[in-house]
């Protein structure tokens, strides 16, 4: 009996285990399978991504903490990091490669416990607002610290070094992978142990119920001001990667902008699951490399993404997949199949009309010769003329009006699945 | 000197009407409705896009009146079909809602005008020299934009204290439910009132775009600092904002004239600046006026730190 | 003129309200009595819409359940929350006039009727709401209500924290008021008025009725009592 | 002489005009159970809110074990051994029953704001948190979300998360609000139960439960303390008969 017990626990461990192991396996061997250039360059910016976003989420996950200004530690602990590259450069300090993270992370957590002690007294709307603040305060004084910030130009430096604590002296893409995959693997470790620490729990408690947690011995000021620190740590390590993996960091990685390119890219992975953020951050990143080769329109479809998620999937890519959990359980997925069938169909429908409609603008207001033919999807037409705009517009409404009715069978198979899943609980 | 206080007070007060044209309905909308509207300051973009778009093909006089109009039928349609339902997953859903409609905005913008800035110019009826005083000169558009910054002020005013409409969103403000039970449409007047706070931001930009600028970083550019405004004046609080726009006008009108840094002033001490290089050199050479695009935000910062609430803020947590 | 059948409602996930029936008569005081947080407030908010229900509400013969507190409002029903409510911000007068429906509504009760009543408040018509003492204001929220002309009022805890002498006025009103044709739901947790002027009664106990009937029934059941109410 | 564990001199606490707390002395002795009875809005709400630091108060001096806590904020309260419980239900409902029980230990506990120790692997405050969910009888749904619970195993809940951390005194703000009688009872011997040898203030609607719990009974009208004493004297006082049970007191 007992050892059956034994048995039984050791078996979640050692599946995990082995889980973990083969995840650090693939990530190893991702670079070997894919090895364009584009690829590398897209694989080292979703590392950095993964980081950056987990660490937003520290804020706006799991502390209720809304920020408009994430990417000022982000950017200050690129510019450290470029910083310290080029005082290694030039032979001032020994600071091997591996370790320049460490230091762009640990000048952003200062700036982060100071900043923090300010914007973190009040959560929600106010705290917003402050984070914008600093964001913009920080973006300003860029352009009056040259000395630091690089002015328009920003700050490079060279990350081929022989100051290193492995073989590699990163030299090569592939090597930075090395060292951006690593870096990602300890920060996704240990910002998931930090979700299980005492600090972590209290984090959403202060997010829960703020007054409450006040009347069991905490500061909900003091626990958001660590979690807004640590956060901006990990915010540092992503920024400090980035450096390496660029060579340069200018003052954009710091502004509005990039605080806005996280908070989305984090939202549509979905707030509420540990793992929601990776997927955001991979998916985001992955679209707006390819996509930016193909279209100028790529931010405005970001942001129609970011609107349709708020709209109808305030829990994101992660909250869609885990709603589904349970009815794959109760073995009930495929009565939801033939719905989501139906309103694919519309959708993509839909989906094209707008595509068509938003291509046609782009090449009458930006190309240099808007008379010009264009070309969609393969098919040469010309923007000024009238079928496009008839095509798209009759695609659209069409696309909308069956997805309509589609999307009320999917409410009605909805509810017919939890309705079995309720009896089945009885 | 005499003249550039003058020039500057002048200049303050275009600006800071100009600041609390559009911070006035942002806190209307805050203190309503308490969702903080992310996208206000693109309906400023959106008013003077449409200006643009009116007063090429008709004319200055009709897109003073149909612009707003325009904007505040976007806002109405924003606020029932977007935020509305959003609002039952609470107040940050409501404002990323709103920081998405920003993004679009924005990228809608460059779709339909381009990226560059579109010439919006100030109507020729208005293109003269009103007066001048000891060398400055006063435009005329700079004395219409006064007026209609003005009298819209009287309207507002009016309109909150002496109409019905107004009457129930001053006793909304505090308790919607009851107004609700009484029988009056409360989600319909945040449609309005979110409409007309968006047609006042677009009225904003009428005037205000072809005195600036009309190009797609505007909404950008102004944004942050009308919630400066709302924030350094408390939230929700209408005569706190307007002592912040004009504060916040001030601080950024008189910073570019005083062309004065650390090391200039050590030297009126008689200590001359080490001339050694990096972070300390920037420090002692940066001007008060190379600080105009920070100031608002320190000047932000530094009311957190020593009073939270904003100037005449009344809400605490 | 109202009949609530089988009235669910949830804050959040926790069901407050688990199939609460009653039923107001034409002309009627009703009282609805129980403990603190038993659900009587919630009750009245789900039958003004302010809490979407689940059930049945029905009032002069039409479906109200899922209209908007607003469009239940201009059905007849009237509703005088237990924190008063009353618009800090805006003067005694127009208080008042925020409870009219349309502007110069006429109907059961007009602002000068109130003043006649409550020669006070008369004196006090531009005063703002947020400096009349808290006898004043009960007085205020209650005749706000009243001048929208309703056909049936629900009052929630109209004599909390008076001075006795206000209780007496209050309930005075509550007796004029049902003479001039308005049905009354009285919310009360004190036994004294309630047993004193209404008709009928129900006890309400976490989430559902469990008394109802006549102030001699009710007079002559003290388990319920002991059970549900007191002490 | 017994020994006062909280004492309140000249508390007074106004909301802008209105004055709903004027002047009110009270000593607490350790080890007591006392309760404090009044008609709604008489202040006794307000004054747990102000004894806790919830609010602060305008005027007069409040003293936990010998030591002033009339400026502290709520969390330095509690760390000095007073944790309360709310009238309208107070929890963290998206975190599971365990968790909510579980933040309530860190503190006092000693895992502060630390981010170097992983819950789970601290056996002292599991298995501590299992006995408080044993004690209010929630073991059987301790991975539910706190939100999920039905309104009674709430309030249950909350008086678990004010007493899990063992604070030397307690709080307890209309514990049996909205139950049956039979629930009543229940909360009752449950309160008797986890108070043991604790010092318990508690207000109360329910004069069963008052006369049941205390020792010593305060009534509070009109923001002032008219009478406190055993529950025989106050029933036969005649002030507070007068005041508060009014002429057909039962």
Sequence with gaps: MKDNTAASAMRPFVVKSLAILAVVAIILLLPQIFQTRFAQSLLNQIGIAVIFALSYNMLLGQGGMLSFGHAVFYGLGGFMAIHTLKMVNNGVVPIPTELVPLIGGAFSCIFGLIFGLISTRRAAIPFALITLGIGELIASCALIFPSFFGGEEGVSANRWTDVTLSPLNFGRAGEVYLLIAAWMLVCVFLMYLLTRTPLGRMANAVRDNPERARFIGYNPHMVRTIQFSLSAFFAGIAGSLFAINFEIITAHALGMMASADVLMMTYIGGVGHFFGPILGAVLVTFLQLVLANITHAWLLYFGLLFMCMVLWAPNGISGLIMLHEPVWKAGLFKKLLPSYGRALVPGLVLFLGVIILVEINYHLSLSTNPESPMSLFGIEISAQSAPPWIASLLLMTVGFLFFRKAAFQVRDAWDEVTRRMRKGEH | ?317 | MLEVRDLNAYYGRSHILQGVHLRVDRGEIVSLLGRNGVGRSTTCKAIMGMVSPRGSVRFQEKEIAGLKPHAIARRGVGYVPEDRAIFPRLTVLQNLELGLKKKGQKGRWTIEDVFQLFPRLGERTHVLGGFISGGEQQMLTMCRTLVGDPDFIMIDEPTEGLAPKMVEQVSMLIQEIARSGISVLLVEQKLTIALRISHRLYVMGRGEIVFEGTRDEFEADTSVRREWLEV | MPETILSLKGIHKNFGESEIITGVDLDVFRGERHAIIGPNGAGKSTLFNLVSGLYPVSEGRMELKGHDITKLAPHRINRRGLSRSFQTTNIFPKMSVFENIRCALLWPMGFGHSFWHLCERKKALNDRSRMVLEQIGMADRALMPAGALSYADQRFLEIGITIAGGAEIILLDEPTAGMSRHEIERTVNFIREVTEGKTLVIVEHDMGVVFDLADRISVLVYGQIIATDSPEAIKKNEKVREAYLGKEAV
């Design chain 2, 1 to 317: 000197m005499l003249e550039f206080i003058l020039l500057s007070c002048i200049n303050t007060l275009i600006y800071g009407l100009l600041l609390f044209m559009l911070s006035s309905g942002l806190t209307l909308i805050f203190g309503l409705m308490n969702v903080l509207n992310f996208a206000h300051a693109s309906f400023y973009m959106l008013g003077a896009y449409f200006a643009y778009e009116v007063s090429t093909h008709i004319g200055f006089w009709p897109a003073l009146v149909f612009a707003p109009l325009g904007v505040g039928l976007v806002g109405i349609f924003i606020e029932r079909y977007g935020l509305r339902s959003v609002h039952k997953y609470g107040h940050v859903a409501e404002l990323l809602f709103t920081f998405g409609v920003f993004y679009v905005v924005n990228e809608l913008v460059i779709l339909i005008w381009g990226r560059n800035p579109v010439a919006y110019k100030i109507p020729e009826m208005l293109d003269f020299t009103l007066m001048s005083a000891m060398g400055t000169e006063f435009s005329a558009y700079r004395a219409f934009m006064l007026l209609i910054s003005v009298s819209m002020f009287a309207v507002l005013f009016f309109a909150i204290t002496r109409t019905r409409l107004g009457l129930i969103i001053q006793a909304a403000l505090t308790h919607p439910d009851m107004v609700g039970s009484l029988g009056h449409n409360v989600p319909l007047v945040f449609m309005y009132v979110f409409g007309g706070g968006a047609a006042l931001a677009g009225l904003a930009g009428v005037i205000g775009g072809n005195y600036l600028i009309t190009e797609p970083a505007m909404a950008l550019n102004l944004g942050p600092i009308v919630f400066v405004v709302v924030v350094v004046g408390g939230m929700g609080s209408l005569t706190g904002a307007f002592v912040a726009s004009l504060l916040i006008a001030a601080l950024q009108t008189f910073a570019v004239g005083f062309e004065v840094s650390l090391s200039d002033l050590l030297a009126l001490w008689g200590v001359s600046a080490p001339d050694a290089g990096g972070f300390f050199h920037d420090l002692l050479r940066i001007e008060i006026s190379h600080t105009r695009g920070m100031m608002p935000y320190l000047f932000m910062v530094l009311m957190l730190v020593f009073k939270p609430k904003g100037l005449m803020g009344t809400r605490e947590e």
